[in-house]
């Protein structure tokens, strides 16, 4: 009857609530390990110039070479890291290693290479934590304006003042703001405006639809050429076909990422596609 059917209803939700911390902790206690056992490492995907294909940047994405299960996605990590605080120690790393990479590759001649990185909202919101951020930039001796720290738009949204204060003492330092992931938040044209970033990368899911219709293609034009008229650097995300890229340079987006021009990829493999790139030149 309906009253043990809402009895039932109710310990199940219970249940499932129940699973839900209890996988919660168990990621958690798996991360500490992973930290402890350094399993966190650093993949790079290039950014080509989509009319050239010349590479002008690479992302480093965090991968985690999880002892017994391969590689666990970040998508599956990184929102426990955050609600446990633990994505500061990972950040942290994350930091040290992508300048230790920057200067490398500076002082084997690729100087011009963009170096972008995903940086957390809570890592930027966080007073102790941006002073430690800042703390660790300022110990490398580097040239930031190659460097482009990513963030989402829903991520800063929520304390826009802040968020706006503290790019902006990064953008001073000489570091480029770029904004991750357009078209999946808000995307209002206000917040646009009040952001100090200087690139957009544009959302996988405008770029990777099964076949860009005509209509499809007219709304990325329009804010292809509104970020553009900004003064805004665009860089599409998820390119996967050859017509999609196609259509992305027919509509002026000048620079793009995907598994079509290059999937991430681990330093080795980085640094050897590097040197044959460098070697056509
Ligand atoms: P994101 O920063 O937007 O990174 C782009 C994601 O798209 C990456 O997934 C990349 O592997 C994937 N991707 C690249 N090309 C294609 C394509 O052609 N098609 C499709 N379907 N996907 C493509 P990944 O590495 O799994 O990272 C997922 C998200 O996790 C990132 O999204 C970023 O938000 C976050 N993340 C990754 N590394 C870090 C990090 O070091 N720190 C922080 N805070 N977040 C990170
Ligand atoms: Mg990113
Ligand atoms: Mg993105
Ligand atoms: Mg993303």
Redesign the pocket.
């Known amino acids: 009857n309906a009253k043990t059917e809402g009895k039932n209803k109710i310990s199940f939700y219970e249940k499932n609530i129940h699973e839900k911390s209890n996988n919660f902790i168990l990621m958690s206690n798996k991360i500490q390990k992973g930290l402890t056992n350094k399993e966190f490492i650093?993949?790079y995907?290039p950014q080509i110039e989509l009319r050239t294909g010349k590479i002008t940047g690479m992302?480093?994405?965090?991968?985690w070479n999880h002892l017994g299960e391969g590689f666990v996605?970040?998508?599956e990590f990184?929102r426990v890291a955050?609600a446990t605080g633990q994505?500061y120690e990972?950040?942290n790393r994350?930091i040290r290693n992508v300048l230790a990479q920057k200067k490398e590759w500076e002082e084997r001649g690729f100087s011009d290479l963009e170096l972008s990185?995903?940086?957390?909202s809570k890592?930027l919101i966080r007073d102790s934590k941006f002073e430690q951020i800042e703390e660790l930039l300022s110990e490398y001796d580097l040239d930031y304006t190659n460097i482009v720290i990513?963030i989402?738009e829903t991520a800063v949204i929520s304390n826009i003042d802040l968020a706006v204060e503290r790019l902006n003492i990064l953008r001073e330092k000489g570091f480029k703001i770029a904004l991750?992931?357009f078209g999946t938040g808000f995307s209002s044209l206000t917040y646009l405006m009040m952001l100090p970033i200087d690139i957009i990368?544009l959302?996988?899911s405008y770029?990777?639809m099964k076949n860009m219709e005509d209509k499809d293609i007219h709304i990325i034009k329009f804010v292809v050429s509104l970020a553009h008229e900004f003064g805004f650097k665009v860089v599409a995300?998820?390119?996967?076909t050859k017509e999609q890229l196609e259509n992305l340079i027919s509509i002026g987006c000048e620079y793009g990422?995907?598994?079509?021009?290059g999937?991430?990829m681990d330093i080795d493999s980085i640094n050897a596609l590097l040197q044959v790139t460098a070697a056509n030149l």
């Open positions: 650093l993949f995907q992302e480093a994405l965090v991968r996605p970040p998508n990184i955050e994505i990972l950040e994350i990185f995903n940086l957390s890592s990513e989402t991750d992931d990368k959302d996988k770029v990777c995300e998820g390119i996967e990422q995907g598994f079509f021009l999937i991430p």
